[in-house]
Nanobody, 125 residues
């Protein structure tokens, strides 16, 4: 089971760190993706990390502002979000996939098999 946390209300230009916990296990040999969904919009991929290869991928809209990482034990996946913009507002979800997904395949939400409850991020202007 996955649990996302760390959302909240922040002003534009601020930072938040989201966390995704693997309850009762680890993320070893997994790919973990972060997605977000804004009101009246489709769910979109934000970032991905392979705990096997260490590969990381980012959506163009967040590259250079967001950083995905894991802890040493691979029980947590973090999404550090800096220089937040109002368009970053949405419910953020973490989900599991194969660790071998490539740099385009990670964007497809249909490839993910386990999803956690989301955490709401609101960025005010």
């Amino acid at each position: 089971q996955l649990q996302a946390s760390g959302g909240g209300l922040v002003q534009a230009g601020g930072s938040l760190r989201l966390a995704c916990a693997a309850s009762g296990g680890t993320f070893d040999y997994y790919g973990i993706g972060w997605f977000r969904q804004a009101p009246r919009k489709e769910r979109e991929g934000v970032s991905f990390i392979s705990t096997t290869s260490g590969a990381t991928y980012y959506a163009n809209s967040v590259r250079g502002r967001f950083t995905i990482s894991t802890d040493e034990d691979k029980t947590m996946v973090y999404l550090q979000m800096n220089s937040l913009k109002p368009e970053d507002t949405g419910v953020y979800y973490c989900a599991t996939n194969s660790p071998y997904v490539d740099n385009t395949g990670w964007l497809n939400p249909l490839g993910y098999d386990r999803w956690g409850r989301g955490t709401l991020v609101t960025v005010s202007s």
